[in-house]
């Protein structure tokens, strides 16, 4: 086992490891993900309204402004939500969201710790159960699913797309229809981008 930069490890197997513990208080950016599904989710309730409303004609200003105010109303409430959900969420994990990332030629895996799996499933189990007494289903598929994923993997023949975001210490590499979220510490995030620009065709 070498180590090439300071956090990152190349085993015998060639394939290099690190592990990254993303601070959920200092570094939101899956609170800003959960806002901005939120507001794609919304944007296109807002645009299906406002399209029935033309269908009908009956749209207006005074009609478009209702359905605007009554969606801006919405989008507040729910990034509010979002906000006591996630500060409960991080709560629950003891302020950190820590993974382990292993890298070779093919592909990255984001695989989440043990410690945090086992926090994930009393979480996911809570929001079945509150989900269940609300009589809510869609709550209690969300929590199976939490409960379920706890790693991804990104094969970088797949790759459409990579983007930097160093101040967050973030790499997003974007498949067709996933999002793998690569995380590394200043001092290995270039190496980190440029294994994985160099393996990819963007």
């Known amino acids: 086992?070498?180590?090439?930069?300071?956090?990152?490890?190349?085993d015998s197997d060639r394939v290099y490891r690190w592990i990254y513990e993303l601070n959920l208080y200092k570094n939101p950016t899956i609170l800003f993900l959960i806002w901005k599904i939120s507001g794609f989710v919304l944007l296109g309730i807002w645009l299906f309204m406002v399209m029935l409303e033309i269908i009908d004609d009956n749209l207006s200003l005074d009609t478009l402004m209702d359905i605007t105010s009554v969606f801006l109303l919405l989008?507040?409430?729910?990034?509010?939500?979002?906000?006591?959900?996630?500060?409960?969420?991080?709560?629950?994990?003891?302020?950190?969201?820590?993974?382990?990332?292993?890298m070779d030629d093919r592909g990255v895996h984001h695989i989440q710790m043990e410690s945090?799996?086992?926090k994930v499933e009393a979480i996911s189990i809570?929001?079945?159960l509150v989900g269940a007494?609300?009589?809510?289903?869609?709550a209690v598929g969300t929590g199976m699913l939490a409960?379920?994923?706890?790693?991804?993997?990104?094969?970088?023949?797949?790759?459409?797309?990579?983007?930097?975001?160093?101040?967050?210490?973030l790499i997003k590499v974007n498949e067709l229809l996933n999002k793998n979220q690569v995380y590394a510490e200043k001092e290995d995030f270039d190496f980190v981008l440029n294994f994985i620009l160099a393996h990819t065709k963007t």
């Open 1 to 10: 086992m070498n180590n090439v930069t300071k956090n990152i490890t190349f």
């Open 75 to 102: 989008a507040l409430g729910f990034g509010l939500l979002c906000l006591i959900g996630y500060l409960l969420y991080a709560l629950m994990m003891g302020g950190k969201y820590c993974v382990l990332f292993e």
């Open 116 to 118: 945090q799996i086992k």
């Open 126 to 128: 809570l929001t079945r």
């Open 133 to 138: 007494m609300a009589g809510r289903p869609g």
């Open 147 to 169: 409960g379920a994923r706890t790693s991804m993997y990104t094969a970088f023949a797949d790759v459409r797309s990579v983007e930097s975001c160093p101040g967050s210490d």
